[in-house]
Every structure is written in C-alpha cells, then in structure tokens.
C-alpha cells in the first residue's frame, strides 16, 4: 500500500486566474423562506382540556411588511399569565416550490432555560371547523439547574386573524 503525505495540486499562472474568475462569478445559492404567512398568522389558543401549569396557554403570530414572522408566547405561571416572549420564527413550506408558510420554529431563552417551539398547521377536516395547529414545545434547563429537559404537545385553534404589521 503506498501512502501519499503532504502532496498539494496548486493552479499556476492564467489557470488559476480562470478558475478565480468561474468561481466568484457563480451566483450563491440561497434557500428562499416562504413569504406567505396568511395561513399561520393569528392569535392561536390552546384548546387542550387541561394544560399542564407551565404550558404555552397563547400564541399571537404575525407577518411583518417584510415578510418576518414573529412569535409572541404566553404561558400559564398562575394567575396572571405571563410573556415567554416575542422572537422571530423561522417559517417552512410544504414543498420547496410553495410559498405558502404552513409551520415555524421559534426560539425563546430565559434565565433559567432555552425554550424550543415547533409548531405545524393540521388539516382542516369537515368534521371540525376552525384552523388547527399542533405545537410541541421542548424546554431544556440551564446548567446549575436539575430540572429535567421536557416536552408538551398542545392543539391549539386560531381565533383572530390579526392584520399585518410593518
């Protein structure tokens, strides 16, 4: 078996030049995010029957002029409620040729742990009206703290479409 060690191919002169040249005149590509957020935007409510004390109770979705999709977060801590937080979510498509936003992600940090919520439209069926979104929320505890990393799933139903913001 022969083993080759520190042997290096270099271009010289006008090749090296050339592929410079094919190189930096190649376009990027750049995956597109979807821009149509009609189908996600609302102020979505957790219909599940008893959520768990520190469940997501709320979430307000809206599209900015820009085409930004940012997330507010509710969640039960007693009475009131509290703001997990407002953050820009990362909207995904069916197919990579659809415009259309039909789930996000959203990251949320507090002082004591990073919050991860993924959430996905479901199908309308006939049998159920309203607009659906499944929304699993993974919680992951900062160090110092011996609480277990945990995830819920909720349903949650868009009760108000809310306007788009600049």
Known sequence: MKIMRNEQCFLTGSAAIAALAIAL????????????????????????????????????????????????????????????????????????????????TAKYHTSTSTVHVVATRLPVAAATPGEFIQVSVFTNYSGGDSRDSFEQTATFQRIVDPPVHP
């Open 25 to 104: 005149a190649m376009p990027v590509a750049q995956a597109a995010k979807p821009t149509d957020a009609s189908d996600i935007v609302g102020i979505w409510h957790n219909v599940n029957q008893s959520p768990l004390p520190s469940g997501i109770v709320e979430l307000t979705v809206t599209a900015t002029s820009a085409g930004a999709v940012k997330v507010e977060a509710v969640q039960a801590c007693g009475d009131p409620v509290c703001l997990l937080g407002t953050t820009t979510a990362t909207t995904y498509s069916l197919d990579p040729s659809s415009n259309a936003a039909e789930s996000w």
